[in-house]
């Protein structure tokens, strides 16, 4: 199995949807139907679906076996998504600041390989550029670890280069700590009070060191075929411990983007994407599709699991699918499905 610093990370694919539209015509694009099965027969996944969300409905699809729209699934790294959330909350509320030093919730946490929690802000953390190893380039996404433990294997490495974007699983694990001294209750209670609970995500938990998967739910498998149904969440803690559902994500990031969660201020905080040069904002990311229109979310990678969900910036139209395997092996085929999502298709 991959490190789960691969699982977890931003995708390849972003490079690859990084293009510019045609100055004419967009060639008209296959139905997200059509290429949904491709994840299947190119991608080497056992089982794929979609459930897509717009003003007008939803569409559900699915191809191979042992899947269906009601499965819990975990999700990985769209837990990012969710925590960010919670700590710009806490902004909005004046309880916390994004320019207070990480030293400031939790003293002397951060030190040693030339690391200085004085120096380091809560907005580097949100926007992947403190710096920091990633813990799980070293524990390859399968040792449970305690956030404490987590960060202290990180800070056995020396800093990358601070203020460029380098996307690492610590910084989230770090802001999941931050929740905590904040408000005194875990970022997966704060989720839940804030986040989960109004907008009746029924199907979304953060399950803590439960290895069993909530019912219903299907098999999940790595890439070479092994069942990893059961697994310890604490491989990814903070930073990619959620558990949910096609529907629950698309309600939950159409509330998001739709402005139901964060106040216009701190919306447009999260969208800001200057400080890693355009490739992540707090917790979302922006992809530039071919035909001009750009879509933010996240992807999720963890053992036996890969989940996208994508929406566009007002929230109105968004998509998330998901197949039962760590990764799809022709990364060509997100940038097909997006954009037959996304793109208006040509008479």
Not at 286 to 310: D, E, K, M, Q
Request: aromatic letters at 6%; hydrophobic letters at 40%; glycine letters at 10%.
């Amino acid at each position: 199995m991959p490190p789960l610093r691969t699982l977890l990370a931003v995708p390849v694919a972003l490079a690859l949807l990084a293009l510019t539209p045609s100055t004419s015509s967009v060639p008209a694009a296959p139905t997200t139907d059509a290429v949904l099965p491709l994840l299947v027969t190119q991608g080497g996944a056992p089982a794929a679906a979609l459930l897509s969300r717009a003003e007008d409905g939803s569409r559900y699809a699915e191809a191979g076996p042992g899947i269906a729209a009601a499965d819990h699934f975990r999700a990985g790294s769209i837990t990012k998504t969710f925590l960010a959330t919670v700590v710009l909350q806490l902004a909005a509320e004046d309880r916390l600041s994004l320019s207070d030093p990480v030293d400031k919730h939790l003293p002397g946490l951060v030190r040693g390989a030339g690391h200085d929690g004085r120096a380091l802000t809560l907005r580097a953390l949100l926007t992947q550029t403190s710096g920091l190893h990633d813990f799980t380039a070293d524990t390859g996404g399968l040792v449970p670890l305690s956030p404490r433990q987590a960060v202290r294997l990180a800070l056995t490495h020396p800093p990358a280069d601070r203020g460029r974007f380098a996307y690492s699983n610590t910084n989230y694990v770090l802001l999941g700590l931050v929740v905590r001294q904040v408000t005194g209750r875990s970022y997966a209670a704060e989720a839940q009070r804030r986040l989960i609970a109004p907008l009746r995500l029924t199907g979304t938990s953060f399950p803590g060191s439960r290895t069993s998967l909530p019912s219903p739910h299907g098999r999940a498998y790595t890439s070479g075929g092994r069942d990893v149904t059961e697994l310890d969440p604490r491989v990814a803690g903070a930073a990619g411990e959620l558990v949910t559902t096609l529907a629950d994500l698309n309600r939950f990031y159409a509330a998001l983007l739709g402005g139901e969660l964060l106040p216009p201020h701190w919306m447009r905080e999260m969208l800001d994407t200057r400080a890693a040069h355009g490739l992540y904002g707090m917790g979302l990311f922006p992809v530039r599709l071919p035909c001009g229109t750009t879509v933010w979310g996240h992807n999720g990678i963890i053992s036996g699991s890969f989940v996208r969900t994508a929406a566009t910036v007002d929230g109105r139209r968004v998509l998330t699918y998901r197949v039962n395997t760590t990764a799809v092996t022709d990364p060509g085929l997100e940038p097909r499905l997006l954009t037959a999502e996304f793109c208006p298709r040509t008479r």
